[in-house]
T-cell receptor, first 114, second 115 residues
């Protein structure tokens, strides 16, 4: 089925470890983004990309890196995990960045940092 | 900056009751407005959208009208079902030539429908 695929679904990290959350879409969408979901705070934008080779920061970018070498993939890297990064992470894509098309979300990665 | 405010939850209703979830927004430009739904353990799914003032979005019995004069986009359903139990997010998107588009979410409203 076409859509946004995120891996892994669950992950436990120790403080200071690094890891990469994977996101891939097969809809040829130009726009991709990463959000984190925390109780009572809705979803907050971490980083986004309007096309291959182009990335920019969102609302809460500190502690995270992204790259966009292909249209399909948009990995999110945690450089040195902290307990404050315990959250559910969602990747989303859209046909264009204009937003009026709506966004397709992955099923999420639940990350716990101990 | 852009922001979305949803009515506080959680909301608990009996089956076949009428549902309203309030959503108001502030935006620097001309936003598109969305309602997303999140079922337990899943990602967000687009429920409905409206891209300009007075547009009505509808899907699966849910409706919302883009009210520019009151900066609102309230979600309604005439008769809820147990299967509608989920978290509902109101969101807006404003396009900026320099910054691209950002989707701004409300806090989410947990809906529980009892049989």
């Amino acid at each position: 089925n076409a859509g946004v695929t995120q891996t892994p679904k669950f992950q436990v990290l120790k403080t200071g470890q690094s890891m990469t959350l994977q996101c891939a879409q097969d809809m040829n969408h130009e726009y991709m983004s990463w959000y984190r979901q925390d109780p009572g705070m809705g979803l907050r934008l971490i980083h986004y990309s309007v096309g291959a080779g182009i990335t920019d920061q969102g609302e809460v970018p500190n502690g995270y890196n992204v790259s966009r070498s292909t249209t399909e993939d948009f990995p999110l890297r945690l450089l040195s995990a902290a307990p404050s990064q315990t959250s559910v992470y969602f990747c989303a894509s859209s046909r264009t960045g204009r937003g009026s098309y709506g966004y397709t979300f992955g099923s999420g990665t639940r990350l716990t940092v101990v | 900056g852009d922001s979305v405010t949803q009515m506080e939850g959680p909301v608990t209703l009996s089956e076949e009751a009428f549902l309203t979830i309030n959503c108001t927004y502030t935006a620097t430009g001309y936003p598109s407005l969305f309602w997303y739904v999140q079922y337990p353990g899943e990602g967000l799914q687009l429920l409905l959208k409206a891209t300009k003032a007075d547009d009505k979005g509808s899907n699966k019995g849910f409706e919302a009208t883009y009210r520019k004069e009151t900066t609102s986009f309230h979600l309604e359903k005439g008769s809820v079902q147990v299967s509608d139990s989920a978290v509902y997010f109101c969101a807006l998107s404003v396009w900026g030539a320099a910054s691209g588009s950002r989707l701004t979410f409300g806090e989410g409203t947990q809906l529980t429908v009892n049989p």
